[in-house]
């Protein structure tokens, strides 16, 4: 059993945690220190591989009082998961102050995860103003779903396109081929009958 001092100061976090978020999300809620997070990834919990998601987090003071982007320095790493000690984050989206739903100025991110499985979000805030609470990290799993990729258009033609553009250029070039050995003849044929003309003229 609790110590009575901890007892309570878990029942007070629950009573304030309580009134402000619904009892749905209560599992995505993390206790730091004096302050508590409720995290949160758009669409739904359901991020998708390849689709831009939006991860949020509500930061909440003791007392319930909404502690803003504005107050903190805080950072994003997307880890995957399995995770290992020494293991670098794959991604560090931005963080920005964003409104989300009833929370106004709180720490999100946008993410594109690359593929699908597993991934650990981390979140770490540090006070702008020394002493105004004590810097934490908060942690939240995803698991990322199949999504459909964006597929860019390749300039690059086909085999078949580009054996059907050579087909034609050789076909162009040979009729310019034959074209040439008919009209060649007659110019020089010309040529010469106007030469010979010529001659017998002047004689």
Not at 114 to 126: I, K
Request: with cysteine; glycine share 6%.
């Amino acid at each position: 059993m609790l110590p009575l001092p901890k007892l309570t100061k878990n029942l007070s976090w629950i009573i304030i945690l309580a009134s402000i978020i619904s009892p749905a999300a209560a599992h995505n809620i993390q206790v730091k220190g004096d302050i508590a997070g409720l995290w949160h990834i758009e669409p739904n919990h359901s991020p998708k591989a390849g689709e831009t998601a939006r991860a949020w987090v509500a930061l909440t003071r003791k007392g319930g009082k909404i502690l803003p982007l504005n107050e903190a320095n805080c950072n994003m790493a997307v880890f995957s998961k399995p995770r290992k000690p020494n293991d670098k984050p794959i991604l560090q989206p931005t963080v920005q102050a964003i409104n989300a739903e009833k929370y106004q100025g709180i720490p999100g991110a946008n993410i594109i995860f690359p593929s699908v499985g597993l991934y650990q979000l981390e979140l770490s805030c540090t006070p702008k103003t020394e002493g105004d609470f004590r810097p934490f990290t908060m942690s939240y799993d995803a698991t990322v779903a199949t999504g459909q990729k964006a597929v860019t258009p390749s300039p690059q033609i086909s085999p078949q396109q580009a054996q059907k553009v050579s087909g034609a250029s050789t076909s162009t070039k040979a009729e310019r081929t034959n074209v040439l050995s008919v009209a060649l003849p007659v110019v020089i044929g010309l040529g010469v009958v106007g030469t010979a003309a010529w001659f017998i003229k002047k004689r």
